[in-house]
């Protein structure tokens, strides 16, 4: 695909949304696959459009989880528009699910025997904007959150977690943010889980490794139960345990 540098500019300047850019909080949130959008030039990747409603294109809920957090806790946050079909922020290059050629076995026409031009060219369009942000907003930094959602079920398996904490080390910001989120969710019955449903420590996770572990900054990834975000008052509400948990956090050591 061939498209002119004009055009390249504006795609790259729709593939990211940051939030609250001018924060009091040295916190910045990040949610790697917010929105199921894809760059018009390639229309659906010839699936049926269905398939963007679904975990396959994005994290359900996720995207009004971080906003809310952004504006409860005065921090910053980077959201990703373009849909992880097109291209995974969160994955390493390397990795097939960075512009995966099937949806659990259900072929994406558009993502296969791409060249390597327009590999550079997707990069150009949907990789390079969410990371000059992320590094925009660096300086200053004393952690790091990436906000997930996740399918209650997967491969025939219930996962009996409701917000999971996942973490590669585990140092005293992201103890202290486990218990306090254990505490707030005890009083709404809600099953919390280290390293549930994914655990960090035997996967990768490009984006903290790349930005926050690499850079000596705390950090950890909250996954939420998609069928708690079934919709923006859910999402709100669970924005605001998250928020009230993490306050007592960032607060005393920030």
Known sequence: MILANSKI?????????????????????????????????????????VFFDTHFAYDKGAAEVTKFLAHYMDATAISSRYSRIFLDYNRYPDDWEKIRPDLGGIPVPGNTMISEVEKSLRYAIAEEPVTSAILKHLPGLKAMISIHSFSPVMAGKFRDVDIGILWKQNTDFVKQITKAIIKHSNLVDLRVAENKPYDWRVLNAY???????????PCCVIEVNSELLSDLRNAQQIGQLLGDALKTVIVSNF
């Open 207 to 217: 984006t903290l490794e790349a930005h926050a572990i690499t850079n000596g900054l």
């Open 9 to 49: 500019t504006q795609l790259a300047s729709d593939a990211v949304t940051v939030l609250n850019p001018k924060r009091k909080r040295p916190l910045l949130f990040v949610c790697e696959h917010a929105g199921a959008e894809i760059p018009s030039p390639w229309k659906t990747l010839g699936l049926p459009p």
